[in-house]
């Protein structure tokens, strides 16, 4: 079973407008969530975290919103970059060592 | 500086032959992981190592094998019994405990 969801795979939006990828978790013991970000070909790098006690951490233009009672989280870029179209994925872990990664939502940001 | 490389970046084999990927850090991390990665799905986890000589198997070992006879070092070998090997293949590390994985460049390895 798909314990971690981003249930659309492609976005579209314009630069300089906000982004907004959603992520969807059953495993009510996750305790830390991630989101990493991709280019084609290249491996995924670390983009931010935030524990399941917040619900909500800012690190520049991103901010990732936790809503542990809907087991919902959510990536916010802005203002969105052309720079920011990759693939995103999000990511779970419940015991500090695996991830459970969602299936990725490729970003795209119109000039 | 410190990395993880992964070699090579694309990998073709033939059907049948098993295949070694490499994957080595110097970044001092306990832990070491392998994933792959097939279009319209995330990163599925295959192995998983947190110390010298001792790995666990993730969520699609069958077909796999690793060994980790040194910390810096993780190689995994595709073998024939794996049905479908082709897909983009990931190498990571972390320190044990900590939630956030450095993540190789990756090979693309097909089969055919």
């Known amino acids: 079973d798909q314990q971690v969801k981003q249930n659309s795979p492609s976005l579209s939006v314009q630069e300089g407008r906000i982004s907004i990828l959603n992520c969807d978790y059953t495993?009510?013991?996750?305790?830390?969530f991630l989101w990493y970000k991709k280019y084609p070909a290249e491996g995924p790098t670390f983009l931010i975290s935030?524990?399941?006690?917040?619900d909500k951490n800012e690190d520049g233009r991103f901010t990732v919103f936790l809503n542990k009672s809907a087991k919902h989280l959510s990536l916010h870029i802005v203002p969105s970059q052309p720079g920011d179209s990759a693939v995103y994925f999000c990511?779970?872990?419940?015991?500090?060592?695996?991830?459970?990664f969602g299936e990725g939502t490729q970003l795209t940001v119109n000039p | 500086d410190g990395g993880i490389t992964q070699s090579p970046k694309y990998l073709f084999r033939k059907e049948g032959q098993n295949v070694t990927l490499s994957c080595e850090q110097n970044?001092?991390?306990?832990?070491m992981y392998w994933y792959r990665q097939d279009p319209g799905q995330g990163l599925r986890l295959i192995y998983y190592?947190?110390?010298?000589?001792?790995?666990q198997k993730g969520d699609i070992a069958e077909g796999y094998s690793v060994s980790r006879e040194k910390k810096e070092s993780f190689p995994l070998t595709v073998t024939s019994a794996q049905k479908n090997p082709t897909a983009f293949y990931l190498c990571?590390?972390?320190?044990?405990?900590?939630?956030?994985?450095?993540f190789g460049p990756g090979t693309r390895l097909t089969v055919t």
């Open positions: 990571a590390s972390s320190i044990t405990g900590n939630y956030e994985q450095c």
């Open positions: 495993n009510s013991m996750f305790d830390y």
């Open positions: 935030i524990s399941s006690i917040k």
């Open positions: 990511a779970a872990s419940d015991r500090g060592s695996r991830l459970t």
């Open positions: 970044l001092n991390h306990d832990a």
């Open positions: 190592s947190q110390i010298v000589n001792d790995f």
